[in-house]
T-cell receptor, first 114, second 114 residues
Framework: GAGVSQSPRYKVAKRGQDVALRCDPI?????LFWYQQALGQGPEFLTY????????KSGLPSDRFFAERPEGSVSTLKIQRTQQEDSAVYLC????????????FGPGTRLTVL | QQQVKQSPQSLIVQKGGISIINCAYE??????FPWYQQFPGKGPALLIA?????SEKKEGRFTISFNKSAKQFSLHIMDSQPGDSATYFC?????????????FGKGTLLTVNP
């Protein structure tokens, strides 16, 4: 079946613009994660959803970052008033169950803020 | 606070050689230790994983060695091939936590020369 998909794959924004990044998890997967991967670094946790409930948003770097998953499937990560330090690859991952070990990652969205 | 430390940052190995990547962790609550492989432009993909109740796990050419007392684990790639050239991330998770997030190391760029 299809894996995790993300769109757009690349996004260039001017500083101060708002952006929205989309994640389509594997169908039926309960858990959904967002990670931020800076250049040359490992992914860092941003937020976690179980179905439509956002159970942990402790990794969101500021209140400019907002994520939602209103129907428990597709998720959107929104960044308001983008800053240059927001430039990174944003990865989405899903897993079948909350306790499931394997997280399946999408290809990511590379965000460049000019 | 870097909870998972990974070394080396980069590694060059000849075809047929053994690649060894090391990780150390601090949080004794971690109980699941996966290794992810990432190719350029792709999301991380699970390679192999281990739980602390075993000291070694082997899958094909890939082996994880785990030392619970030292809080260290390593990935060994036997008979390394040019197709193994990628970035490798170790990670850890506390399954008793509330969000099942993965904590990643900073990654190792492996180059296997033909």
């Amino acid at each position: 079946g299809a894996g995790v998909s993300q769109s757009p794959r690349y996004k260039v924004a001017k500083r101060g613009q708002d952006v929205a990044l989309r994640c389509d998890p594997i169908s039926g997967h309960v858990s959904l994660f967002w990670y931020q991967q800076a250049l040359g670094q490992g992914p860092e946790f941003l937020t976690y959803f179980q179905n439509e409930a956002q159970l942990d948003k402790s990794g969101l770097p500021s209140d400019r970052f907002f994520a939602e998953r209103p129907e428990g499937s597709v998720s959107t990560l929104k960044i308001q008033r983008t800053q240059q330090e927001d430039s990174a690859v944003y990865l989405c991952a899903s897993s079948l169950y909350r306790e499931d070990n394997e997280q399946f990652f999408g290809p990511g969205t590379r965000l460049t803020v000019l | 606070q870097q909870q998972v430390k990974q070394s080396p940052q980069s590694l060059i190995v000849q075809k047929g050689g053994i690649s060894i990547i090391n990780c150390a962790y601090e949080n004794t609550a971690f109980d699941y230790f996966p290794w992810y492989q990432q190719f350029p432009g792709k999301g991380p993909a699970l390679l192999i994983a281990i739980r602390p109740d075993v000291s070694e796990k082997k899958e094909g050419r890939f082996t994880i060695s785990f030392n619970k007392s030292a809080k260290q684990f390593s990935l060994h790639i036997m008979d390394s091939q040019p197709g193994d050239s990628a970035t490798y991330f170790c990670a850890a998770r506390n399954s008793g936590g509330s969000n099942y997030k993965l904590t990643f190391g900073k990654g190792t760029l492996l180059t296997v020369n033909p």
